[in-house]
C-alpha cells in the first residue's frame, strides 16, 4: 500500500519507511510519484494543526493516504522557543550549522544544568475519505555547549540524550529514543484499525483529529 509523505526530505521519508515497511507500507514523496502538491502555509499555532494542514492538503492533491510530520524544538531556556517556528529560526535560509550557532549563542550564558530541551514530533495522517488522526512523539534531552557528530541532520549535533548528541547516534540508536520514532510507534499502534473499508464512527474519529 503507498502512502505520500508531504516532505521532500529525504531523511525523513527514510526514517519513515524504516518503521512502518512491517505493515506493508510503501511511503513515497510527491516527487517519486510525479505529483505536485500545493504550498501549505503552516499558519497552525500547534504542531498538530501545522501536521494536519499538510496532510490534508497532500491527500486532495494525490488522491493517496497521506502521512505530515510538524516537528520542533523547544528550549527552556528561551522559554520553548523556537517551537513550530524552528525550521524559521534565524531565518528560513540559513543553513542549519548556521542556526546552530545562533541557538549556542543565544544560550552561551546559560549553564550545562539548565539547559533542558526536547524534540517534539506531530504526525497527521488523513485518508481520502476524510477519517484522519494524529500522534505525538516527544524526546527529552538538553543543549549541549558545543555541537558533535557528523550523522542526523537539522538540530541533531547540539541535542544531547545521556551525553551523546543525535548525530552521534546510529539509525538505529536514533529511532529507539527519537521524537519521531516514538510517534512513528505510535503511529504503527492506530494505523492497523484504519485498513478498514468501514469508516470509523465520528466519536472516535473525533479523538485523533487536530
Known amino acids: 500500500m503507498d502512502f505520500l509523505i508531504a516532505t521532500h526530505n529525504i531523511n525523513k521519508r527514510d526514517e519513515l519507511q524504516r518503521i512502518l515497511q512491517p505493515l506493508g507500507i510503501s511511503v513515497r514523496t510527491a516527487d ?17 494543526e501545522n501536521a494536519a494542514l499538510k496532510a490534508r492538503g497532500g491527500c486532495a492533491d494525490s488522491g493517496l493516504p497521506c502521512i ?32 546552530m550557532a545562533l541557538l549556542l549563542n543565544e544560550l552561551k550564558d546559560v549553564p550545562e544544568g539548565e539547559r533542558t530541551a526536547r524534540f517534539v514530533s506531530v504526525i497527521c495522517c488523513t485518508f481520502p475519505d476524510g477519517r484522519e488522526f494524529c500522534v505525538r512523539g516527544v524526546c527529552e534531552g538538553a543543549i549541549g555547549l558545543s555541537v558533535s557528530g557528523n550523522g542526523g541532520f537539522g538540530f541533531d549535533p547540539c541535542f544531547y540524550v545521556g551525553g551523546k548528541s543525535f548525530a552521534d547516534c546510529t539509525a538505529a540508536e536514533k529511532d529507539a529514543i527519537s521524537h519521531r520514532g516514538n510517534a512513528l510507534r505510535a503511529l504503527v499502534n492506530e494505523l492497523p484499525q484504519y485498513f478498514s473499508n468501514e469508516p470509523l464512527p465520528a466519536a472516535e474519529t473525533a479523538r485523533y483529529r487536530a
Open 32 to 48: 517519486e510519484l510525479g505529483v505536485t502538491l500545493r504550498e501549505v502555509d503552516e499558519t497552525g499555532a500547534t504542531f498538530e
Open 68 to 99: 505530515a510530520d510538524d516537528s520542533g524544538l523547544e528550549v527552556d531556556a528561551l522559554g520553548g522557543r523556537p517551537g513550530v517556528h524552528t525550521a524559521r529560526y534565524g531565518g528560513g535560509e540559513q543553513d542549519y550549522e548556521k542556526k
